[in-house]
């Protein structure tokens, strides 16, 4: 059998084996393999279509779609959030947040007012309504995470969230940092 721990990977060496205490983020590299990673991409497929199928259920009794459990979620996170920041999240055209806000407004989900400094924003926040939705709407997703959580453990769970976060743009990274800054006590929540 073949020694891996010096073979070349796309430009890279392998200096100590895998799972050791002293082996780096990184280190291996066989998982960068294509195939490899179309497994990753169908787990991705899988695990989304999954976790969003009970909300999903839940969301179209009511004629609402993803863009709406979006769109809860973040001003749930956020309350007092600007409709420009919620853009900016939710990466979307201010067209296609009107379709999406206008009928939870409407429907008594969302509550918009004006800003105190600045009257021309509108701040989002969830009223009563909406918050309980928002809320079955996470329990829906809950189990399903704790139970994930539980069977893969917690160094697993470390290194699933250091690859989510090898995802995200840098918008969304400087989100979570801010949240985890938030909650250590250091400073602004979820600053975008």
Known sequence: MQDLTTQPFSGLKRETQPGSPHAAPGVGLLFLREEELRTAQDMVFFALRDMTEAPDAILAELDFGRAHHRT??????????????????????????????????RQGYVAQVPGQQ???QRL???TEKGA?????????????LVA???EAGGPAVDGF???L???????????IDSL???RAGRGPRGGT
């Open 72 to 105: 809860l979620h973040w001003i749930a996170r956020r309350p007092g959030l600007k409709v420009g920041e919620l853009l900016g999240i939710l990466g979307i055209t201010k067209q296609s947040l009107t379709r999406v806000l206008g009928p939870l407004i």
């Open 124 to 126: 989002l926040t969830l």
């Open 118 to 120: 600045d009257r021309r």
């Open 148 to 150: 994930a959580y539980r």
């Open 132 to 144: 309980a939705l928002e809320r079955k709407l996470f329990e829906a997703q809950r189990e399903r």
């Open 161 to 163: 969230k250091r690859v």
């Open 180 to 182: 985890e800054a938030h």
């Open 165 to 175: 976060r090898g995802l995200m743009r840098q918008q969304g990274r400087d989100y």
